[in-house]
């Protein structure tokens, strides 16, 4: 019987015929979508910056293992992922050195020095992308238009501001309408802005089941619901549908607040999870000094996620 | 004379006041942004620790045991008032730099432990060579943190930028910053202890 109790963190599987490395290429699959949205909609620097920062995760991962004698795990396709929410998450103009540098960072402190898949607390992109907000602000802020329709895949770029940087700034919401944002018709980090392509992958992962409706809704949802009581005109009159469309929300809380191994355990812990990212994502748009706070909330509840884990337990049958 | 030699080297590898005894960590993390703050932090904490193991060496004898704590730091608040009242004679910018780091050398861990570990139980002789050899380990460590993280952190080595065109990483310069560059290079000098055994 002994032998078939099995001690890991996470990620924890049920089903003999998935593996670690199968569900991971799957995810990687289906963020896909939302990159290539991100290129047609900002030109082939982003492609760059995608290329750039997924190949340095890899070789990072790749070279700290050899160095350190340990056992060589790029093929399942998680420093891949990693590499991918890292370039979703940069502005599409960026110099070539700043994806391979947040790359290198997410991958070598991020990740690996806390032993690698499993054993981190925040996740890696995240952490990765925090460090070039605070080395690098002036590159991580500067924006650029989505191309004009028909322009096809090219390099050309003009700067603007994001609707969450402008409506920051100038307390005005900008005069996009909901399908814009939708489409991705606005300046933003690369993965961010195209919600449609973003949702293609999100259905596909809700199908397979590798991640469950309950941080996502419930992050959204209390993101909606507290911009929409804290409103600029006095109270319930927020644009609710604005806030979620807008910034890194759905790209943060379908693919990065859902990381197996850096939120909590079990049902009730991601319902609490979610409530927290949301709050604090809501309470830094409105009154912090950034104007997206996505990253944020999801490292800070990351360092949460093991007390959340100690206070919704799952109650063994027959103690109190 | 072969031990105070030994006591002296100690403090610079073997004991490093900063990488292996992980003592004022306090004021290394604030003041190692330039090289300039490192090492005339570095000499500043150097002169107070050799001058309080001195003085305490030669008055062990005399304080009681309940007692010794308050009798150190008046010791050791008479060399820093020196030390603090110098710097603002000779070199008021490097004064203003350190700002409220300067009376802090009076609780600074280096100070007080040195003083209640060896030099209220040794020898002058051997406290003096102590003070120098732990004194030196510091400023080394100071001067290695605060030249990585002016470097990356500015872009510049003693004020001067050193490569056109780099593009410093402000966080090295901030509180995070140099919890990272410490913490990095505590691992990587642990990494080559573990090879040395």
Redesign the interface.
């Known amino acids: 019987m002994n032998d078939k109790l099995i001690v890991s963190t996470s990620p924890h599987l049920h089903k003999k015929e998935e593996s670690v490395a199968k569900i991971m290429w799957l995810v990687a699959l289906s963020l896909l979508p939302a990159g290539a949205a991100g290129v047609f909609i900002f030109g082939l620097s982003a492609l760059w910056v995608i290329i750039l920062g997924v190949v340095s995760a890899v070789i990072t991962e790749l070279i700290l293992q050899v160095l350190t004698k340990n056992k060589i795990t790029i093929l399942d396709g998680s420093a891949v992922i990693t590499g991918l929410l890292l370039a979703y998450n940069l502005p599409p103009k960026v110099?070539f050195w700043l994806p391979i540098?947040g790359s290198v960072f997410a991958i070598a402190?991020g990740k690996q020095v806390f032993g690698g898949l499993g054993q981190n607390i925040f996740n890696p992109a995240l952490v990765g992308r925090v460090?070039l907000m605070?080395?690098?602000?002036k590159y991580m802020t500067a924006f650029t238009q989505p191309l004009p329709a028909g322009v096809g895949l090219s390099y050309d770029a003009v700067t603007q501001a994001t609707p969450l940087a402008i409506l920051k700034e100038t307390k005005i919401l900008e005069q996009l309408s909901y399908w814009g944002l939708f489409l991705g018709k606005r300046g933003g980090c690369i993965g961010e802005v195209c919600i449609l392509a973003l949702l293609l992958g999100v259905i596909f992962l809700l199908a397979k089941g590798y991640i469950s409706w309950h941080i996502p809704v419930s992050y959204i949802a209390t993101v909606g619901i507290f911009t929409y009581i804290f409103g600029p005109k006095g109270l319930f009159s927020g644009d609710w549908l604005f806030h979620i469309l807008s910034g890194g929300l759905i790209l943060g809380a379908f693919f990065m607040a859902t990381d197996y191994v850096t939120s909590p355990l079990t049902r009730k812990g991601h319902l609490v999870f979610g409530v927290g990212c949301g709050l604090l994502t809501a309470v830094i748009r409105l009154w912090g000094g950034y104007p997206e706070g996505v990253s944020y909330a999801i490292l800070m509840m990351n360092a949460a996620a093991p007390l959340i884990d100690r206070y919704t337990r799952n109650r063994v049958y027959g103690t109190s | 004379m072969k031990t105070l030699v030994r006591e002296f080297v100690k403090g610079i590898i073997k004991e490093n006041p900063t990488f292996v005894l992980a003592l004022g960590l306090c004021p290394t993390l604030a003041v190692s942004v330039s090289l300039s703050n490192g090492i005339g932090m570095g000499i500043a904490a150097t002169f107070v620790l050799i001058g309080s193991n001195i003085i305490i060496a030669l008055i062990k004898e005399m304080i009681p045991e309940r007692i010794r704590i308050p009798c150190y730091i008046v010791v050791i608040a008479t060399f820093v008032t020196i030390t603090e009242l110098t710097m603002k004679a000779y070199s008021p910018a490097l004064d203003r730099a350190l700002g409220i780091y300067v009376p802090l050398i009076v609780v600074n861990c280096i100070v007080l432990g040195r003083a209640e570990a060896f030099a209220s139980k040794q020898s002058v002789l051997n406290s003096l060579f102590d003070g120098i050899g732990m004194g030196v380990g510091f400023t080394l460590a100071l001067i290695l943190i605060s030249g990585i993280r002016e470097f990356l952190g500015a872009g510049k080595l003693f004020g001067h930028v050193l490569i056109k065109g780099f593009e410093p990483a402000f966080v090295v310069g901030m509180p995070s910053g140099a919890l990272l560059v410490i913490g990095l290079l505590l691992g990587f000098f642990n990494i080559l202890k573990e090879k040395r055994q």
Do not use: E, V
Not at chain 1, 134 to 137: D, E, G, I, M
């Open positions: 110099p540098i402190i460090f605070a080395s690098w602000p």
